[in-house]
């Protein structure tokens, strides 16, 4: 029997009847740089031992709820100290998830700046809290500190997030900026540090000079994007508080065994992620000598393009019959406009992507 529209209008909330789901495009056959995986696979050697390892995990039994050896597995590959606790997400999406659902209350808000990671913008919804994006500044896309300190202080967020390196502009912020934010936020300040493999700034030995700040990471982006892990570093009092919206065993079997496996043998990552890093400088440079293409400075495994008036979204197209998936940015929000972002692959990879691109001007 049909379902009504009418009872869908009736009981769906309207903030997310107006939205439309997640979209992923699909991807086969094509070469995929939108979504800032990590190109590489393991040596065929180091895949055997993983094997070996997931042999011995038992599906039977439910995984440990904290995920302990994982923990410390992270600690140790992090340089985390013993005074900051850890939580676990399944990826760092479901830990933003997890900071809104503890501090959601009506009229609670989310403040980030924009462009940014749209999920916290998404979230703050689901959690039936009120978002505020302040403007990043328009010509090379830094935090606005006059704007963003007003807004803290009109708005009095419970939540603020900064991506660092952002997301999809790629930049870093200014580091006293954030101190200054930090410092002036009445409210719960996550620095989220998704890219943190393809930088050298962190605000990860901060955490303690104010009691307001916690980081997050997540191992998507340097090379395990499928497992679905994401982790949450503050205080133990943050913590302990937020761990209570946590659904029980969140972190699977799998996930648990496979990423301590793949710290453990973290040099392959680093190794990998330095290679990203390599060739996102060699990107860079073979963009800015195409006619009609600005790219904007990276810190992050992706680089942000603008081209002419009008020309995003027809080299968007232009890039996916030849065969190259990219992320089109163009009517994303008004500071992209004719912006397009493109992940760093594969040296390959990189020279059919200018090579297409080149083709499509
Ligand atoms: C990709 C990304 C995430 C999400 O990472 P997952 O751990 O895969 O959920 C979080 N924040 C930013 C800024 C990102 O770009």
Redesign the pocket.
């Known amino acids: 029997m049909a379902v009504p529209p009418d009872l869908i209008e009736r009981l769906v909330r309207p903030g997310i009847r107006a939205l439309r789901a997640y979209h992923v495009p699909p991807a086969t056959g094509l070469i995929k740089l939108d979504a800032?995986e990590n190109p590489y696979p393991w040596p065929q050697a180091l895949r055997a031992e993983w094997l070996e390892v997931l042999r011995a995990v038992e599906l039977n039994r439910y995984p440990d709820p904290q995920g302990r050896a994982l923990q410390s597995e992270l600690r140790s590959a992090m340089g985390i100290g013993s005074g900051m606790d850890l939580l676990l997400g399944n990826?760092?999406?479901?830990l933003?998830q997890m900071l809104a659902l503890t501090l959601a209350a009506p009229g609670r808000k989310v403040l980030s700046v924009e462009p940014g990671?749209v999920?916290y913008r998404m979230i703050a919804l689901f959690a039936g809290m009120d978002y505020v994006g302040v403007p990043l500044r328009a010509d090379d896309f830094a935090v606005d500190l006059p704007a963003v300190l007003a807004a803290l202080g009109r708005e009095r967020p419970a939540l603020t997030f900064l991506?660092y390196p952002?997301?999809p502009t790629g930049n870093l912020f200014d580091a006293d900026a954030i101190d200054q934010i930090v410092a002036a936020a009445p409210g719960l300040v996550v620095v989220?540090e998704?890219?943190a493999p393809f930088t050298d700034a962190s605000f990860l030995a901060r955490l303690g000079d104010w009691p307001n700040l916690l980081v997050?990471r997540?191992v998507?982006?340097m090379g395990l994007?499928g497992l679905?892990?994401?982790y949450l570093v503050g205080p133990p009092e943050w913590i302990n508080e937020i761990d209570k919206t946590r659904l029980p065993y969140n972190i699977n079997v799998l996930t648990q065994a496979s990423a301590a496996f793949a710290l453990r043998h973290r040099e392959v990552l680093e190794e990998q992620t330095g290679r990203i890093r390599a060739e996102r400088a060699r990107l860079y440079r073979a963009l800015a000598e195409i006619d009609g293409v600005r790219p904007y400075p990276s810190e992050a495994n992706f680089i942000l393009l603008r081209l002419s008036s009008g020309r995003a979204t027809p080299v968007f197209e232009s890039l996916k019959r030849a065969g190259v998936l990219i992320k089109n940015l163009d009517g994303a929000h008004p500071l992209l406009i004719d912006c397009l972002r493109v992940t760093v692959g594969a040296p390959d990879e990189n020279d059919a992507f200018i090579a297409a691109l080149k083709a499509s001007l």
């Not at 990826?91 to 479901?94: F, T």
């Open positions: 800032m990826g760092s999406d479901e933003i990671f999920m991506a952002n997301n989220d998704a890219y997050l997540t998507s982006k994007a679905r892990l994401g």
